[in-house]
């Protein structure tokens, strides 16, 4: 056992076995959770019969389904591109998981560069995005490719700039040291010591920030129009179909947890939670963590409309570039005075 | 009209209100195990009463789609009194209603003047085979039994 | 400089052209006749520049059944059945010019009851129309959860249409004299006369209370939205004068300020017994057509609640023989449809049919303001706007 531990190979095969198996069920989970908090925010039920109780097997079935499909690659389609795009969006969101520590730990690769790392392993997806809809030889998916990337560049400064704030603050860019930042103690009452996450340490517009730049970067309403189905059809996923279309679906909704897990790792306290053991309890808290967020995000969407490519863009850099900007700025004056 | 105030107020009113239907009680009917019940006046199925048809065809004739398929023939029927005269009467020998082309407007049950038709709100007679849609007389008369009685008037 | 200055100026200077921007060749995109956003199978073949609609030309004539022909061919009750299948989203209305048009050819004085029966159920029609349309705008704008809550609701309205004419979409309701009335001779006890059934008013007082209630929740969830606001507003601006001079009608007009409608105009129903507003917009913009409906739905809901209240007792149909036959002339009759005007020409020879019917539908009129109103807009605008006009393909070709 210890032999197939200590070797470096067999180890990263098992990190990825176990990576790729906890990410498939998360966005299993988090598919089923939006089909029944969308259908219950509708006064409808949704999924039910599937499984048995409360449809729980519905996610299961549909991929089942879509594996069952045909693999449509259309004629005048870039077949290797084509092909290729899908794998290069799961990919990047996979590659995210990395650095997301569960418990101090519990963690694949404790980088020194971490958040850096994640950003930039998560704006990959675009590419892919931007493969599909060049490859697919059809205007919808070129018209929503290019929305893809337009959003990319406007949304990719604000949140590497909401993040700055906490990389001041913390001191480091390595997650589980964010983490340890926050656990630290700010004052004490008494003689307990009270920590705060960041959120409540005069992050909290970076929190917003980072959240409105996650949505874009995510294409989730009201940043969707990259998708936007009553415009663009599918955008650049009208093409897909079969086990393709899974692996951008899967992508998504791992991408939503992905972000969702920086997010509560950067500015909510990832694991730690004041008076629980973080290396038995870590992986939990976090989940809790993500799944508040999870559950915002699907809010948001069943709520809201989307809004224009061009009022996105004018969102980005009128209000939230300059906004972070400022964050930054008044971070580290405080940094630097006290 | 809403007026400009603090802004992302309105999204924060919208959340509130899905939220809200979150937890309110949801309004789907789950068909298969419970039933939606219609109204005594839906019009969901044609029923036939065979035994009142005349073989008139006026359904059939003002029907806007030709749905309805009617076939009959004269028979002697012995005469009433002893020594009257024998007496034809028309009797039906195929009904056929296609339910694949009928568009539910209720002419033929509205111009039947022997009361041989009736609307009845059955709906669930959905087929996998387009040409089971065409119901012949037994299958109208089953749906004879379903005809709720008509509802009664507001005063 | 404009895009005209430029074309004039290069015009004159063919050799010496100077483009100041980069030239890109101009994508076609087909948008439609199978669109999610088209209602239907409306196409829209439109030359765009990246997002910028260049020119726009719709096609129609997709769903073309007929109907004027058909109608050539069948008996007046029969046209009944069939017109409203016109337009389905409101099908009770569709009835109502057809028959005031014929009535009036034939000279027949419709009891008030009856009428009052026909306005009722028109306004009902005009509130699930406009909840339909009220759900389907924000949808095309991304938010699907308005669509679920209002069609909640509009299923309380068809339920009550349901229960009186016994179909929901398609009631085939009127007749010619009144509404349904008792079958044909030798009538027994099943086919009664098809009176509002017991319970009725209640029943659609309190559906009217849902209907104002859904209608301030489309305020929380839609109107008052900021992002709502900031697709629709200054968005498919129509003038009173563009809309005037394209033959726009119905709340479509209203939006661009125009007071302009039928039922104060003319007595084709009784609507001068009751009490309600002509809602009008100011900007006649994407989101001024969000609200007038809106509005309007909560007005026809107050008519609703006085009819309902006020319905006199009587017969349901007037003296009509039992052959319908219409005197030689000719009549056009309009009314306001949810859509907008919808008015029937009848040219009768005498028959037991129409020598010739046209039908003029709202949809269709509203229709010619696209390739004008379109020109320069982008195309997530033209999503917008496809929604806030409020079509039905099957009203646009019938």
């Known amino acids: ?338 | 009209m809403a007026t400009r105030s603090v802004p992302g107020l309105g999204i924060v009113k919208g959340m509130r209100l899905t939220l809200k239907t979150l937890f309110t009680k949801t309004s789907t009917i789950h068909y298969p195990l419970e039933k939606e019940v219609p109204v005594p006046r839906a019009r969901g199925v044609i029923a036939l009463d065979a035994d009142a048809c005349t073989v008139c065809m006026l359904c059939a004739r003002e029907c806007p789609d030709w749905c309805i398929y009617i076939e009959g023939h004269k028979e002697m029927q012995p005469p009433s009194k002893e020594g009257g005269r024998p007496r034809s009467r028309a009797t039906l020998d195929r009904f056929d209603l296609d339910y694949a082309l009928c568009m539910y407007c209720g002419i033929c049950v509205e111009v039947c003047p022997f009361d041989a038709l009736f609307w009845s709100p059955e709906y669930e007679y959905s087929e996998m085979n387009i040409t089971s849609m065409l119901h012949d007389q037994e299958r109208l008369g089953v749906w004879l039994e379903t005809v709720p009685d008509p509802p009664a008037l507001e005063s | 400089m404009t895009t005209a200055d430029r074309q004039t100026l290069s015009m004159h200077h063919s050799e010496v052209q100077v483009s100041v921007e980069l030239q890109t060749p101009d994508m076609t995109l087909n948008l439609g006749p199978q669109h999610p956003s088209t209602h239907g199978v409306l196409r829209l073949v439109a030359r765009v520049d990246g997002e910028v609609i260049k020119e726009l030309e719709p096609v129609v004539g997709y769903m073309h059944r007929g109907y004027e022909k058909l109608a050539e061919v069948r008996t007046y009750p029969q046209i009944t059945a069939l017109v409203n299948r016109i337009d389905w989203v409101s099908g009770f209305a569709n009835e109502i010019p057809f028959m005031v048009a014929t009535e009036r050819l034939m000279d027949i004085e419709v009891p008030e009851r009856a009428q009052y029966i026909r306005l009722i159920l028109t306004e009902m029609a005009r509130i699930s129309n406009h909840l339909v349309f009220l759900s389907s705008l924000p949808l095309e704008l991304g938010a699907a959860t308005p669509l679920m809550h209002a069609l909640r609701e509009r299923e309380r309205v068809l339920d009550l249409i349901e229960g009186v004419t016994g179909g929901r979409f398609h009631p085939n309701f009127n007749r010619i004299g009144g509404v349904k009335p008792a079958a044909a001779a030798g009538a027994t006890q099943k086919k009664v006369v098809q009176d509002l059934p017991q319970g009725f008013v209640e029943q659609t007082k309190s559906a009217m209370e849902y209907v104002r209630e859904v209608c301030a929740d489309m305020v929380n969830l839609v109107l008052g939205n900021e992002i709502f606001m900031q697709r629709t507003k200054g968005v498919g601006v129509i003038p009173a004068d563009k809309a005037l001079a394209f033959g726009v009608s119905g709340p479509n007009l209203r939006a661009s300020g125009v007071p302009f409608d039928l039922r104060k105009t003319d007595d084709y129903l009784p609507y001068s017994n009751f009490d309600f507003d002509v809602v009008t917009g100011s900007n006649g913009d994407c989101f001024d057509r969000y609200a007038v409906r809106l509005e309007e739905v909560v007005q026809a809901s107050r008519i609703v609640d006085q009819a309902v209240s006020e319905i006199p007792a009587g017969d349901l149909q007037a003296k009509v023989p039992r052959i319908i036959k219409v005197p030689k002339g000719e009549i056009y009759v309009r009314a306001e449809n949810p859509k907008g005007e919808m008015g029937y020409y009848i040219v009768s020879e005498g028959g037991r049919g129409p020598y010739r019917l046209k039908i003029r539908t709202a949809s269709f009129s509203n229709l010619s303001v696209l390739s004008w109103l379109l020109k320069g807009q982008l195309v997530p605008d033209l999503i917008a706007i496809l929604g806030s006009l409020d079509f039905v393909l099957g009203d646009v070709d019938r």
């Open chain 1, 1 to 338: 056992m210890s032999a197939i531990l200590d070797n470096f190979w067999s180890l990263l095969a098992l990190k990825i076995l176990l990576i790729t198996g906890v990410m498939m069920t998360v966005s299993l989970v988090i598919i089923f959770a939006e089909l029944k908090i969308s259908a219950h925010m509708q006064s409808r039920v949704g999924p039910y019969f599937a499984g048995g109780r409360y449809g729980w097997a519905q996610p299961l079935a549909d991929g089942l389904k879509f594996i069952q499909k045909e693999d449509l690659v259309p004629a005048d389609a870039d077949r290797p591109v084509f092909k290729f795009a899908p794998m290069v969006v799961l990919a990047g969101t996979l590659a995210v998981f990395v650095i997301v520590p569960f418990s101090p730990d519990l963690v694949v690769r404790n980088l020194d560069l971490g958040v850096f790392y994640a950003l930039a392993a998560g704006s990959i997806g675009t590419v892919g995005v931007l493969m599909a809809g060049w490859s697919s030889a059809n205007k919808y998916s070129l018209m929503g490719g290019l929305r893809a990337a337009a959003q990319l560049i406007a949304y990719e400064l604000p949140l590497v700039l909401a993040v700055v704030g906490v990389v001041i603050q913390a001191g480091t860019m390595s997650m589980v040291g964010i983490v340890e930042a926050q656990a630290a103690p700010v004052f004490h009452l008494g003689d307990t010591a009270i920590s705060l996450p960041y959120i409540f340490q005069g992050q909290f517009i970076g929190f917003i920030i980072f959240m409105i730049a996650a949505l874009a970067e995510l294409n989730r309403t009201p940043f969707d129009m990259p998708i936007a189905e009553s415009e663009l059809v599918m955008g650049y996923l009208t093409e897909y179909s079969g086990i393709r279309f899974t692996m951008f679906f899967l992508g998504e909704y791992a991408g939503i947890f992905a972000m969702s897990a920086i997010a509560s790792t950067l500015f909510l306290g990832g694991y730690y939670f004041p008076g629980l053991d973080s290396a038995t309890f870590g992986p939990l808290v976090l989940m809790g963590k993500v799944g508040l967020l999870v559950f915002l995000i699907i809010w948001l969407r069943w709520t809201l409309p989307r809004l224009r490519e061009d009022q996105l863009q004018s969102f980005a850099w009128k209000w939230l570039i300059p906004l972070a900007l400022v964050n930054i700025a008044v971070t580290a004056t405080f940094k630097v005075v006290f």
